[in-house]
């Protein structure tokens, strides 16, 4: 059978995917594809990836000899200029005439520009391609400031450009009253421009422009209001224009503000002739993100092999990172009363807000936006899109469950419908998946994307297709074991029960005696976390302390700029006048900025390197220690006043809350823990939030465990009630070793517990009943390390040969670093702003 001839106008995302899949599902077209760049297509999704570092090529979507290997016959940097419809042929700007049986226009869109005078000016850019990103790497590299005309996906993306290219200063203008004013509110629109503010990016909102000023470059833009913006460049990023001019030429119809029309089967006005992507209208809509585009192009690749296949819309949900903050929306963002009842969550402290959209009747979620922790964004979308029944608690979707059943929560990927859309970019479904896992033996992320191209688009869905990759393996009874790296073909738990059968003491040992090659920087800290965990050593003693983390090995926390943060740990809060001086008196004299934390301690920042010693063996000789701000472990224990000052107290907390902090400090676990105890149900220490928290009660105490604060706050859920102190110890003392013993690495207490089987009620069974029979042991592990606590700083200064770690220059010990700077700030100083 003779070959239906296809030409393909256009290489770009779309215009690849749409040969990709005709060559997938049949060989009976020969393709031609025409391009007007001079390159192969690429990622335009991850263009700004250019400036860190990526070549074209790794930017490309193929390798070179991918179209020859199809018999596609590719011609770039030669646009097609004409289409003749009557004798169905094209002719391209190199003169190449080529007949077709069907033609596919996939033209995308070009960068909107707006009429403004001096647009034409010299250091005035728009961002769309790799050239483009040429060009203004190369005029950055004479300017100091560079701003950005646009506040919206784009626009931020090309700000994040301009910021990775180290200019001065960096401005975003935007003339609506928000910042991506089509996927967030007003409130999220806020807290997104603080975040953008915190990391050098100065934003204008509500400004129009009226001309661009200059002699022959730019340099200021002129607003409407007759202020002014002195820059050096300036990106234009203020929308998009569907490249529709060919199907205007041609007599296809297009819309009235332009685009392509097309109908379901994506074909326009000419049965042969169709259109895909930004350049196309759809039921007076242009989609301007990549999954529709694949789903276009799908559907064409489907007309064309006789399959049944239409186009209905798609949904628009987005999330993506804008210069490294998590930004989501989905569903429907902006429905209100009365169609609605609306649920937000604000955390201004962490640049967190959260907002759903539920039904009135409370059963159904319709939408929502995310800004900075955008992890839940994958099941807030599947329980739109599959009209997923809310939880009992509604809120719990935001912040975390707070109820003591787990089977009330929700079942997660498990529970999804087969049908349900996983991978929007490819159209993959959860049965797909679970296919490919079941079916056809694919047990990694990787043969997963291999075999069903799922997570090879925005990469967005690769969360969850790990999720669903577990429970299809679980579900065929397959034990799934998360080894900690290459080089250990081990989980963090059997490391650390074979580290201690084989009295391993050093990292080479852990190496040389159960894991192969060199180690790496995923497995190094963990080691020397186990070690650290195991025989309560010295951290920097033995050979470890190359297998540290940055700030395990001084002791300390580096900080922006290169200086270090020192923290003494001052147990439950309680501080003498005395030691308040000696603070004051070394932070003057190394010139420290100082902050009350909210864990009650005081940091001081700026210290050097070299000066860390010097500063320790004074705090050391008033009675000072560690604080361990650094490692992971115990950080605070805070407390309120209790019944010694507070008229409403019931216990004595700050006592409790000294005797706690001095027992489990320096203790090493998965991730670092805090801890707080409340004098009464005021909760004024906020003992819920924590890893543990007591609450004093008329007979005894409470003990809530795995609370959380920070980005995923969770309410911590109650162990046990009306407790005696000494009994409360030893509960703790075998919760954190259980915890220690076998959580996964990096892991919170709050999302082990969310992990295990049994949830709260299994783990009160442990520890309250001991139904595994190790509490014993447990309590003797923990005996065993407070007795063999010493303070990491004391040891260090007391140490040669760890001292020596803390020398900037080998040959000159007193040398500071000339490159660590610093600016004055309201009568302290702070690190200086990073510039070129």
Request: hydrophobic fraction near 40%.
């Amino acid at each position: 059978m003779e070959q239906k001839r296809v030409v393909v106008v256009g290489n770009g995302m779309i215009g690849y995917k749409f040969c990709e899949k005709l060559v997938s599902k049949s060989d009976a077209f020969l393709i031609t594809v025409f391009g007007e760049e001079p390159r192969r297509a690429y990622d335009r999704v991850h263009l700004s990836e250019y400036f860190n570092g990526k070549t074209a090529d790794d930017l490309s979507l193929s390798t070179e000899n991918w179209y020859a290997e199809r018999n596609i016959t590719l011609y770039l940097d030669d646009a097609v200029k004409a289409i003749d419809r009557d004798q169905q042929t094209v002719r391209s700007a190199n003169g190449h005439v080529l007949s077709y049986d069907f033609l596919v226009i996939a033209t995308g869109s070009s960068a909107f520009v707006p009429d403004i005078p001096g647009i034409d000016k010299e250091g005035v850019f728009v961002y769309r391609t790799i050239d483009d990103l040429v060009l203004i790497e190369e005029y950055a590299k004479r300017a100091r400031t560079g701003a950005v005309m646009g506040g919206g996906l784009l626009g931020l993306e090309a700000a994040k450009a301009l910021m990775d290219l180290n200019l001065k200063e960096t401005h975003v203008v935007e003339f609506a009253p928000r910042l991506m004013p089509r996927q967030i509110d007003n409130r999220g629109s806020e807290m997104l421009q603080s975040k953008l503010h915190s990391i050098g990016l100065k934003i204008h909102l509500n400004m129009g422009t009226s001309s661009i000023e200059g002699d022959n470059c730019i340099q200021y833009i002129q607003f409407n209001d007759g202020t002014v913006l002195e820059t050096d460049m300036l990106v234009i990023s203020a929308g998009i224009r569907p490249r529709d001019e060919l199907a205007k030429l041609c007599g296809i119809e297009t819309g009235s503000r332009g685009g392509i029309l097309v109908n379901e089967f994506m074909q326009t006005n000419d049965p042969s002739v169709f259109a895909i992507g930004e350049c196309a209208l759809f039921d007076h809509n242009i989609y301007g993100l990549i999954a529709p585009g694949y789903e276009m192009a799908e559907v064409v690749v489907s007309r064309l092999c006789g399959i049944e296949k239409t186009f209905k819309g798609f949904d628009m949900s987005t999330k993506l990172k804008l210069i490294g903050v998590d930004v989501a929306s989905f569903g429907d963002p902006f429905t209100t009363e009365p169609d609605s009842r609306t649920i937000v969550f604000e955390d201004t402290h962490k640049g967190i807000y959260k907002r759903i959209n539920i039904s009135t009747d409370g059963k159904y979620l319709l939408g929502g936006i995310l800004i900075g922790d955008a992890e839940g964004y994958n099941m807030l979308l599947q329980t739109v899109n599959n009209k997923i029944l809310l939880p009992p608690n509604p809120e719990d979707m935001i912040i975390g469950a707070r109820g003591n059943n787990p089977q009330e929560q929700q079942a997660g990927v498990a529970g999804l419908p087969d049908e349900a859309l996983i991978c929007s970019c490819e159209g993959i479904t959860k049965g797909g998946i679970c296919s490919a896992v079941a079916d056809h033996g694919c047990e990694t992320v990787d043969a997963i994307k291999k075999y069903t191209k799922a997570g090879t688009g925005c990469g967005g869905c690769v969360p969850m297709i790990k999720d669903l990759m577990v429970h299809a393996m679980k579900m065929k009874g397959k034990y799934l074991r998360n080894v900690v790296c290459e080089h250990f073909e081990l989980s963090r738990q059997e490391l650390y029960d074979l580290i201690k059968i084989h009295q391993l003491k050093s990292y080479d040992e852990v190496l040389d005696g159960l894991g192969k090659g060199d180690g790496c920087e995923v497995c190094k800290p963990l080691v020397a976390s186990l070690l650290a965990s195991i025989w309560n050593d010295m951290i920097l003693r033995k050979g470890n302390a190359a297998a540290q983390d940055s700030n395990d090995r001084f002791l300390a926390n580096i900080q922006k700029g290169g200086s270090y943060s020192v923290v003494p740990r001052i147990p439950g809060g309680e501080i003498t006048p005395d030691k308040l001086i000696v603070i004051g008196e070394v932070a003057k004299e190394y010139n420290l900025y100082t902050k009350i934390t909210g864990g009650q301690r005081i940091d001081m920042f700026g210290a050097h390197l070299s000066d860390l010693p010097f500063i320790w063996e004074k705090l050391i000789a008033a009675g000072f220690e560690s604080g361990h701000a650094y490692g992971k472990g115990l950080r605070t224990v805070k407390s309120c006043v209790g019944s010694t000052w507070c008229r409403f107290g019931l216990h004595d907390s700050v006592s409790f809350a000294i005797r706690i902090e001095e027992r489990y400090r320096g203790l090493r676990a998965p991730h670092k823990f805090k801890s707080g105890v409340s004098g009464c149900i005021r909760e004024c220490a906020e003992a819920q939030s924590k890893d543990f928290g007591i609450i004093a009660t008329e007979r005894g105490w409470n003990l809530y465990v795995c609370g959380n604060g920070g980005g995923k706050p969770q309410h911590g859920l109650l162990l046990a009630t009306d407790i005696d102190s000494d009994t409360c110890i030893r509960y703790i003392d075998r919760f954190l070793m259980f915890y220690i013993h076998t959580a996964d690495p990096l892991t919170r207490t709050a999302t082990w517990l969310n992990k295990m089987e049994g949830g709260i009620d299994y783990l009160r069974n442990v520890i309250l009943n001991d139904s595994l029979q190790l509490a014993a042991v447990w309590e003797a592990e923990m005996e065993v390390f407070v007795k063999s606590y010493e303070c990491e700083w004391k040891a260090a200064v007391e140490d040669p040969s760890v001292r020596k770690r803390f020398n900037h220059f080998v040959n000159s010990p007193m040398e500071k670093d000339s490159s660590v700077k610093f600016e004055e700030m309201r009568g302290q100083k702070k690190a200086a702003d990073w510039s070129v």
